[in-house]
Nanobody
Framework: VQLQASGGGLVQPGGSLRLSCEAS????????TAWFRQAPGKERERVSC????????YYADSVKGRVTISRDNAKNAVHLQMNSLKPEDTAVYYC????????????????WGQGTLVTVSS
């Protein structure tokens, strides 16, 4: 059972990135799946979550309107499209899945990816 996060990189303010979280060993669509981020010196916070089987979607206020989470069941993956990126979006981004019916805004997730670094800078 594994989650593999990818897609991070260096981008200028106003730019876009698409993060991907691919699962192996289990069907990701059956699990609420979230993206968290952790900036240096700060606590890990949830950016977005999509509940199981194309259910509810949640976004943090800080990214609402700039970020879209989606499932790609053909690839057993969840993507996070991030637009209009700001320097304050700089962080390591983690995907996570939990064995439950619904998303949680806390760190109550059973599977975690290894993290992918997003740096927004000119």
């Amino acid at each position: 059972v594994q989650l593999q996060a990818s897609g991070g990189g260096l981008v200028q303010p106003g730019g876009s990135l698409r993060l991907s979280c691919e699962a192996s060993g289990f069907t990701l669509d059956y699990y609420p799946t979230a993206w968290f981020r952790q900036a240096p010196g700060k606590e890990r916070e949830r950016v977005s979550c999509i509940s199981r089987l194309h259910g509810n979607i949640y976004y943090a206020d800080s990214v609402k309107g700039r970020v879209t989470i989606s499932r790609d069941n053909a690839k057993n993956a969840v993507h996070l499209q991030m637009n209009s990126l700001k320097p304050e979006d700089t962080a390591v981004y983690y995907c996570a899945a939990r064995k439950a019916l619904a998303c949680s805004m806390y760190l109550e997730y059973d599977y975690w990816g290894q993290g992918t670094l997003v740096t927004v800078s000119s």
